[in-house]
């Protein structure tokens, strides 16, 4: 493990746990003492928890980690479910797309896919989206039309939010909207950690005419705060093969077709 996966490993725990033992977190991540305390050290110094003595609690930012100190989290999952999330576009779609990473990474495999780097005059592709970092990557694709909504961006996802982003999603129409989530049930539905991304992924998924949930396994059957829409509203998730077979089974009794990649 190396320091950026382990930053991102000791930001889970705390998240997760509340508080953290530098001793016992050292043995179970195979690490000295030592390398513990520096770690927390930086951490806090970023104001992502707060140091105790002998440890750390969670700060008030834990629950929902920057983008940034996300990425390395179940990465090569999120690739697969990126690739295989991406082979659901077709040329000439309309397609929207929300923030975080799972979304990111399929917004990088259709950046990649030969039919949408054409230099013909049309585009071969629309995607609206509220993420800057998504429109930001695939600007430089002279073949993909990139629309972004107006709103305020929020730093830790590069969302933007509020009613400006509202004001653009009600004037267009999609034929796919990839929603990456912060907890999806089969019962409970679609969650966010922050209320305004909610609300904004709600709007965005009722603009489309296919509503398709990009998250890994860790994000099935989870809880958060915001609730998006119910489960009916989904038409297909993607997500990970280690996804618990009885999840997955549930999802497709509510209707949902899932794959797993």
Not at 46 to 73: C, E, F, I, M, W
Not at 212 to 232: C, E, N, P, W
């Amino acid at each position: 493990m190396d320091r950026h996966e382990r930053l991102n490993t000791l930001l889970e725990m705390v998240g997760q746990r509340a508080r953290i033992d530098v001793e016992e977190t050292a043995k179970e991540l195979r690490v000295s003492p030592a390398t513990i305390r520096r770690d927390l050290d930086h951490l806090a110094g970023r104001q992502l928890l707060t140091r105790t003595r002998g440890g750390a609690v969670a700060g008030n930012v834990a629950y929902d980690l920057p983008l940034r100190h996300k990425a390395a989290s179940h990465s090569a999952e999120k690739q697969r479910i990126g690739e295989a999330a991406a082979k659901l576009v077709r040329r000439g779609m309309v397609v929207g797309l929300n923030g975080g990473t799972t979304a990111t990474e399929v917004s990088r495999a259709i950046a990649t896919r030969p039919e949408f780097n054409n230099t013909d005059s049309a585009p071969a592709l629309t995607v609206v989206t509220n993420a800057l970092n998504v429109a930001h990557e695939l600007t430089v694709r002279q073949s993909i039309k990139i629309v972004t909504t107006g709103g305020v961006a929020r730093t830790r996802s590069f969302e933007l939010t509020g009613p400006l982003a509202e004001l653009i999603l009600h004037e267009v129409s999609l034929d796919l909207a990839f929603l990456g989530v912060d907890a999806v049930d089969p019962l409970r539905g679609l969650y966010a950690h922050h209320e305004a991304e909610a609300s904004v992924n709600r709007l965005l998924a009722s603009r489309a005419r296919q509503v398709v949930v990009v998250a890994d396994s860790s994000k099935l059957g989870a809880y958060a705060f915001a609730r998006i829409s119910a489960t009916m509203d989904v038409h297909t998730l993607v997500t990970d093969t280690a996804a618990n077979e009885s999840l997955v089974q549930a999802f497709e009794m509510e209707g949902v077709e899932v794959i797993q990649a």
